[in-house]
Every structure is written in C-alpha cells, then in structure tokens.
C-alpha cells in the first residue's frame, strides 16, 4: 500500500526551501541602506559574483564529475549564467532608480509570468488552476504594496519632479529585464538539473559562471566596498547569507517543484522587504500595504497547502470499466513536444 504524503514530502520541502531563500532575500534592500557610499552596481557584482565564485568553489567536485553533461548542455549553462550576471546589475540598479519597494515589487513580481512563458514555450508545460489563482493572489498583493509605496513617496513629496518619473520609468524597464532574467537562470538550472545533473553542480556551474562575468564590474565598481570596515562587512554579508545560502536553498527547491512554482513563492521576498524597511529602516507601510502582504501570504498558501488525496473507492463499489482499446500499447511514453534538449 502506497503513502500518499510520501509522494509530496519532496514538493513540500522544496518548496519551505524556496520560502527561506526568499526571506533572506528579502534582507538585502534593509542591508544595502547600511552602505550608502557603495552604488547598486558594486553591490550587485559583490553580492551575486562573490557568492556565485562560492558556489562554484564549494561544489568543485560535482562539477567534475558532471563535466561531462556540463559541456554537452553548454549552451543552457551559458544561458544561465549570463542571466546570473545581468539579474543583480539590473536589479540593484532598479531598486536605486525606482525605490526598494517598487523595484523589488516589479523585478520579483514578473518572474512568475516570465517563468511561465519560458516553461511553455521551452517545455510545453501547461500552467495548473492552483498556480493560476496563487499567481493572481501574489500579483495583486505585489501591487498593493508597490502602490503603498508610491503613494508615500507622493505625500512626502519625493516624487514630484520630471527628472524622477524619468527614473522610475527607467527603473522599473530595469526591473522588468532583472525578473526576466531571474527567471532564464532558475529556468536553466532547473533544466540541468532534471537532465540528471545534481543540484549543487547545477548551480555552481550556472553561478560559477556568472560570478566570473561579474568579476570586471567588481573591479570596476568595488572601490568603496573596501574603503570602511562596515561596507565591506555589508557585502560579505550579501555574498554570504543571501546569496550564497540563499540560492543554495532555491536550488534545493528547483530540484523538487517547477521553476514558475518557485519564482511565484519567491513573492514573498518584497513582503518580506517591506516588513524590514518598517522594523529595520523606520519606513512606514500604509494599509494598503498591509493588505499587499496579506495578499502575499495567501498566495503562498494556496501553493503550498498539500494537495487534496484522491478518493479511495468503497469495499465493495464496482471498478470503473476501462475504455476499449483501439490500438496495441506503445512500447514507452512518447517525448514531450518542445522540449529540446539543448
């Protein structure tokens, strides 16, 4: 007799993994307020190249041993690793341009959509009733929170001139480019991933890579991490916990749930931001706000609540009768359409 849990304790941890990345996520906007000196490039080159170059490193050997199918799927690790590079410049950059709340809200905001559109389209995968209602609920609660925001900046008055509406526009394009680009390197290592390569190879390759991509821009951009002992302690701390730990978690997840399952309850990061700004910063939410995070909540609900077991058919009740068959059983299971493996 089989255990219906059993068969859901791997989405469930994968998806608690996913949760925790996206807390310490959340960390980094409140992080960055304690260097302002340091500009949004540098601290995305510090965060993402520095623990990506971990990665790699503390995953040395599975990567070895995977070389292999490594280099017979390079086009999907350099995919992966070019949209490592480009998330956190443009993402950084976002939230400097349009504000934490704003910047957080759309970068994370589009990267279940965007990850939905490159799994139908790479993986012919269709998009379940619970994903699209748990999807809803978390973009409804994203943009709450993103209007909680604009509507404090316009009555503190920061908002006001031309030179910043051009900012916030350009700001959230960037935000747009950092959620696409977030969800092609969770898209790639996922593919890697279900292609028989391990999780922590996975991702030291896709990281590895784009941690040495980032490496000129470090050394363009990183003076000020290195001119007092509290920037540089704030980008240890971004390569470390959130980066580092944080995206061993997220791979840790993708080796169990699908990538548009993952990106959507990593909409729990800019609830998470705001309720530091409030703790931390000294910010204030309004209401409206409050409400965006509930919303937020009850979207991660809806993806996580274990599914319903199917019935158990009574002692006794007549089995259904099968179809008539038509055709001789195939030998196996046709390829999946669009699923190219590249």
Request: glycine letters at 14%; a positive charge; aromatic letters at 6%.
């Amino acid at each position: 007799m089989t255990r219906p849990a059993g068969r859901t304790a791997g989405p469930g941890l994968g998806a608690l993994a996913v949760l925790l990345a996206s807390v310490l996520w959340g960390t980094t906007g409140t992080a960055a307020t304690f260097a302002p000196q340091v500009g949004p490039l540098a601290i995305g080159a510090a965060a993402m190249g520095l623990g990506g170059l971990l990665q790699a490193l503390l995953a040395g050997r599975g990567i070895a041993r995977a070389r292999a199918m490594l280099r017979a799927r390079w086009r999907i690790v350099l995919l992966g690793g070019a949209g490592v590079a480009l998330y956190p410049l443009a993402f950084y950059t976002s939230m400097h341009l349009a504000g934490v709340a704003v910047g957080t809200v759309v970068s994370i905001g589009s990267a279940p959509l965007a990850s939905a559109l490159i799994e139908r389209l790479a993986d012919g995968r269709s998009l379940s009733r619970r994903w699209l209602a748990g999807a809803a609920l978390g973009l409804a609660g994203t943009v709450l929170l993103c209007a909680a925001e604009a509507a404090g900046a316009a009555g503190a008055g920061t908002g006001a001139g031309a030179g910043s509406a051009r900012q916030t526009v350009v700001g959230v394009g960037l935000g747009l480019v950092a959620g696409l680009t977030y969800a092609v390197y969770a898209w790639a290592a996922h593919r890697l991933i279900t292609r028989g390569v391990a999780s922590r190879a996975a991702m030291g390759a896709v990281f590895g890579l784009g941690g040495l991509m980032l490496v000129p821009v470090l050394l363009a951009t990183g003076a000020p991490l290195v001119a007092s002992w509290t920037n540089a302690g704030v980008g240890l701390y971004m390569a470390l916990v959130p980066m580092f730990t944080g995206y061993v978690l997220f791979g840790f997840g993708l080796s169990r749930i699908p990538v548009s399952t993952a990106t959507t309850l990593s909409l729990l990061e800019p609830a998470v931001a705001a309720v530091f700004a409030v703790l931390v910063v000294g910010e204030h939410l309004p209401a409206l706000g409050w409400t965006g995070i509930a919303l937020v909540i009850a979207c991660l609900g809806v993806l996580t609540a274990p599914s319903r077991p199917a019935r158990v058919r009574a002692p006794g009740a007549a089995a259904p009768a099968p179809p008539p068959r038509t055709t001789a059983p195939a030998a196996s299971a046709p390829t999946p359409p669009g699923t190219p493996d590249w």
